[in-house]
């Protein structure tokens, strides 16, 4: 979804695919059955309101959209604004049209394809140019305002309203046949000089024209040939401020209409039956609509200004949205709380104050992010508003329309900028408007201000004196240094509760494992190209630093701006350049191009519905084909809807995806269609600790793990056995002591090659029971092979020793196992069994790991969760540790209901073992309470980081 305001909303002629633009400089296309995103198009653009989309049109054939706004002035000194051409398929920009006088509001394409209008502001009137040429056919500079819309009837006759309040009608061949002012104004004054007018629009049969009014809640229905008003509706209810926006029906016979409305609850969307004149209220936004466009089967679709997509049937009931993954920050002012040094955040997720959630920024990764308990509000404080500085000033939609001061004197800002939210001590104020966070003095002078792409709907003070932290209308957080207004830090919650991600100007980032998928930016290529959209998941090897993000309120503040910091890093981090081309559904095929960044491709791999289809070999071998066109059949045992291609590089990974047109489900249902791949690994014995207290000291203590090679050796016996059922072929290796294979690092790195035989259709399931550590910076996890080195592992966590750094080779590092599990094509699982309790000297968590699961498309099963340990079954009698032995007996189907289709999941399976496994810690605590005299409370709570879709990936048959 769009992270700011909706302005524009189309479909395409065939009502297939919609297409939108935003506040975030972004176009997007969407399918119209069910909302699903289809491609993200980002526009040329610069710091502030520099590519800022307000204005849309799309050519007949359905293939290109035209977009302008305040587009181009960053390159012409403010003076000439100018359009853009897109392919709606592949993004690609197509064609720059210069020379634009003012910004560009509206815009509009005839039915026959052959012209285009476009409405500009500030009084610099409307322009009609032959499509596609370019040529201007005519222009219409007598204009004392912006043109707000424009709009072509099925005979080519035109129609614009203007913020002049008036109205204009243009035959096809050009010529002005109709202008005046509406309300008509008395006597015999200058016309054009009245209220603002709102949309225009044709009736399907172009014999009428509908246009509302920004300052009144009336909809005029005007004859153009007549060139006489036929009818005007209104709405009594006094919260419903004005109806600037009409449409039709696609038969002619009803009208919709909304606008501003400042009550509570829902928007309301009108509608009229011409024939009787009824007015039906219908409740179905959640915000204020931005545009409402019927279909022709009498469903709508509407946009708001949340921003979000919604589905409309006939009955006013909503079919489809798309929302907003954010949070709704329009609650009240004293709703959210702080501590003094502004890292830790006690804030609701909507509007009416619910869904309270708990950030602290020096909290570890998985647990920094959660719902809010009882007591957590103890050292939380919310805004000041009683400081010493006041602030006066109307904190809505239309504050504009009023004075602001401070401490009584007036502030002076920007036309229409209104005030959300404000904050102060004893020396300044913090102010929210509609689209920057400022700061001013006693006196009302603005010391600093940032552009937002939303409203800054909350704004504090720490009380520390140090930040101003903004919650913005995107679903972000932003903290600036209350002197200088040097941005330190951002936080974008997501509204599952779960996700997020935290950053810094210099795109250092944590994240939760799949947060990095929601913030991105835009790297301008100046204006003849599309920018390129950077996600921070592209970077996820380079720029992932949750250290650096915990520090990033305690240091001070780096002189260098943040875009300097950035265009620093993606010139040495430049991405591979991916792009989809074409998906042919009939053919189940997707070809794509791929073009080398900084460092050259080293594998291409695409996705169907997050499932890897290419083999291991094809996507090494598709490295070699930079700037060529690929071709890749998805298999029919997979589903032909969402594609995503990435091409890796040792410094990022390029990314594009799609949904297609028209998706096709899978041939057959479920997932066990094709071989079930079992690599086993279980690590008894690590040689160099056992030599460690006769030879030299270690620091770290890792005691052997007897049960190891029995847990991998029955996980894969038991594979085996309760697989077949439902796999063409169950294939399996176990790589352990006491079975012939000692699971070194090279062992283990030829049983993981092995696995790149696998298919698209294939399951690949991966067991390692082993000692983990992660280093000091949560960055990076090692596994511990039985040759691993005392050294190695004693310089991951930050030991010092003389003489030259040890090497760490001899570990097994998330990076090099996500590796070896990318290059796999179907569903990869990874369960592993570490963090053991008896191991001392380092921590255990295995974060890191699940964190490059999900940038990997992987799925992990972790015996434990952050810190906490991992036990050995509570009876001694049980050669097993607690996690293995309730996955096995989850597998089997003897922890709890059995599906009916006998069928046991990834996601049921990890269900119904979490009982199992906190009984046996139960029981453990039980006797460590009986044997000493003191309370202990030992954890072990299993973690699961897998998509929807290997959630629901079949392992076992449970009969």
Known sequence: MHSARINQIRATPDFERLVTVSQDKTLRVWRARDLALMRVIAVP?????????????????????????????????????????????????????????????????????????????????????????????????????????????????????????????????????????????????TQCRGSELGGVRFSPDGKALAFGLQDRPEIVVFDPRQQQVQRRFTVEDPAQRSLCCPNWSADG????????????????????????????????????????????????????????????????????????????????????????????????????????????????????????RSGEEAGLAPPDRSGGIQVDAQLDDFGYKQPVRVNGQPLRLKAFQSVRSWASDASRAALGTQWSVLVA?????????????????????????????????????????????????????????????????DGSYASSPGGDEFLGWLRNR????????????????????????????????????????????????????????????????????????????????????????MPSLQRMQAKNADLQTLSVTIPSSLPFDRIRVEAVSDRAIGIDETASLRP????????????????????????????????????IRLPPLPNAPRDAAEVSAMLQERGRALFSEV??????????????????????AALQAAAAEDTVLVFLASHGVADTAG??????????????LEAVIGVQRPGAAPNLNSLLSATELSDALRRLAGRRLLIIDTCHAGAVGFSGNPYAINKRSASASFATLSAATGTELSYEHADPKIAHGGFTYALLRALRGELGPQPSTHAMTLQTAFEQLLPEVKRNMDAINAEERRRKPVHVDFKQTPNLVASPVLRETALTYAP
């Open 45 to 189: 653009s610069e710091a502030g309101e520099e590519g800022a989309l307000r204005a849309l049109a799309i050519t007949p054939d359905a293939r290109e959209a035209i977009v302008g706004g305040w587009t181009g002035l960053a390159w012409s000194g403010g003076k000439r604004a100018q359009a853009y051409r897109f392919d709606l398929q592949t993004g690609r920009l197509l064609q720059v049209m210069r020379g634009f006088d003012g910004v560009i509001e509206s815009m509009a394409i005839s039915t026959d394809g052959r012209r285009l209008a476009i409405g500009l502001g500030g009084g610099a009137g409307l322009r009609v140019l032959d499509w596609p040429s370019g040529r201007e056919l005519w222009v219409d500079r007598e204009y004392a305002e912006r043109v707000n819309f424009v709009d072509f009837a099925i005979d080519g006759t035109l129609a614009t309203t203007s913020a002049d309040g008036c109205l204009r009608v243009y035959s096809p061949e050009g010529s002005l046949s109709f202008r005046a002012e509406y309300p008509p104004r008395e006597g015999s004054g």
């Open 441 to 505: 003095d006693a006196r009302g002078r603005v010391l600093w201000e940032h552009d937002l792409p939303a409203p800054a709907y909350q704004v504090a003070l720490s009380g520390n004196g140090r930040w101003v932290v903004a919650a913005v209308g995107d679903g972000t957080l932003r903290w600036y240094d209350v002197t200088s207004g040097s941005e330190a830090m951002g936080l974008f919650l997501h509204r599952n509760g779960s996700d997020w991600i935290a950053w810094r100007p």
């Open 253 to 372: 016979t009803r009208l919709h209409m909304h606008g501003a409305f400042a009550g509570d609850g829902p928007t309301p969307l009108y509608r009229v039956t011409l024939a009787s004149g009824a007015i039906e209220r219908l409740p179905v936004g959640r915000q204020r609509f931005t545009n409402v466009l019927p279909l022709p089967n009498g469903e709508l679709l509407v946009s708001t200004v949340a921003p979000s997509l919604a589905r409309v049937g006939r009955d006013g009931q909503v079919l489809a949205e798309a929302l907003p993954p954010n949070g709704d920050f329009r609650f009240a002012w004293n709703a959210w709380r702080l501590d003094a040094n502004a890292e830790t955040l006690l804030l609701p997720m909507d509007a009416a104050g619910g869904q309270r959630r708990m950030f602290r920024l020096a909290a570890p990764p998985e647990t920094a992010f959660h719902e809010a």
């Open 779 to 792: 960055r990076e996890y090692y596994f511990v092979p039985a040759d691993g080195s005392v050294r190695a």
């Open 526 to 613: 100046g204006d003849t190209r599309e920018p390129e959209f950077l996600r921070a998941v592209q970077f996820e090897r380079t720029l992932y630093r949750p250290d650096r993000v915990q520090a990033a309120l305690r240091e001070v503040l780096p002189t260098t701006t943040s875009r300097a910091v950035l265009e620093a890093a993606w010139t040495n981090l430049k991405a591979p350049e991916v792009r989809i081309e074409q998906l042919l559904p009939e053919r189940r095929e997707v070809r794509f191009s791929v073009r080398s960044g900084s460092a050259a491709v080293r594998e291409v791999g695409v996705y169907a519905d997050g499932i890897p289809v």
């Open 664 to 699: 096709l489900a899978a041939a057959l249902t479920g997932s066990a269609k094709g071989r079930l791949w079992v690599l086993a690994i279980g690590v008894e014995r690590f040689d160099d600790f056992a030599r460690c207290k006769n030879t030299y000291d270690c620091g």
């Open 731 to 752: 294939r399996s290796a176990v790589v352990a002591h006491h079975n012939g294979v000692a699971p070194t690092k090279a062992a283990i790195m030829r049983a993981l």
